[in-house]
């Protein structure tokens, strides 16, 4: 789940009484998050990419900055896309192809 500072792991084995399972702070608020498989892509004014593998313990893999702009993420394997308003004025739009190495497709 993506929080106001970091992303929290979630234990859903009971619906009616999830509970957080692990934290992973980040440095600013999270705007949108994509699993996939073992890895979960979130992103903020950067990209963050963490190996999910063990929700108890979430470890950091990567991390791209992305500038000044409101990015969103999709993610399918080892491939995230990030992309996302760069401009209000003119409704530029950003986007770009991440792949994370060292992890199976």
Known sequence: VATENGLSVVDA???LAPVEAAFFGTESNLQDI???GDLAFAVSGSLTVLDVSH???PRW???LALGGWDP???ASGVFAVV???V???NHA???FVFRVLGFEL
């Open 13 to 15: 084995d009971d619906p």
């Open 61 to 63: 893999v990567d991390n």
């Open 55 to 57: 929700p108890t313990d």
């Open 72 to 74: 969103h993420v999709e």
């Open 93 to 95: 739009r950003r986007s």
């Open 83 to 85: 992309f996302g308003q």
């Open 34 to 36: 994509a699993i996939s």
């Open 87 to 89: 401009n209000e004025l």
